[in-house]
């Protein structure tokens, strides 16, 4: 397989550690509405807010609950922090493609990413611009569209299993940052706490601890 040509990442919980601030924000938003909360914080990570609201309270209009939650969301967002090591690995990344692919809208993606002082991409593929959010393959695929290249040639930073599924669904190799993702597939290539240890090479090799990272064979598509 030839070396990976450009690099997609998540956002939060995989460039940005806003886990704890984000369930916050839902867990009031479910008890405002007397929905199960345990429920609920175990499916939305990683899917657009209004697929949520839509799913636990058709009742509701989506898009201004959505539209709620995000400046919600944004004013409690004053501490946000980094994963470690994600600053590092993303300005290293010299002339090499790469996007970011968030169910966040833009303009929360962009106040998350000035909060921790981490670069804006030159493709940001957002909650606004798809269709169909994760785990659908859509926000990957128009990713991989974008940078004008084959999904199997794009390597994904992925936190959630939604964004896992919508990743691998596309055709795309996965690296798993963090322990919040159940999904085993030959596609995860490697499971990794933090971006600490990580390197990508200009030859488009990726190595875990100064060693590289063995790939499967994927057929582009």
Known sequence: MPPFKALLFDLDGTLVDSTAVVNHVMEAWC???????????????????KDTVALF?????????????????????????PIAGAGVFLNDLHGCRWGIVTSSTEVVARFKLNTCKLPVPPVLITADVVTHGKPHAEPFLRAASAMNLPPAQCLVFEDADSGVRSALDAGCCVVVVGDHCQIQHERILLRVPTFEGLQFEPSGNLLWKGQPVAVVEVAAT
């Open 57 to 81: 309270a058709p009742h509701l209009n989506a898009k201004a609950e959505a539209e709620a939650l995000d400046a919600e969301e944004r004013d409690a967002m004053g501490s946000l922090l």
């Open 31 to 49: 008890l405002r509405h007397h929905l199960p909360v345990r429920e609920v914080l175990a499916t939305f990570h990683g899917q657009r807010t």
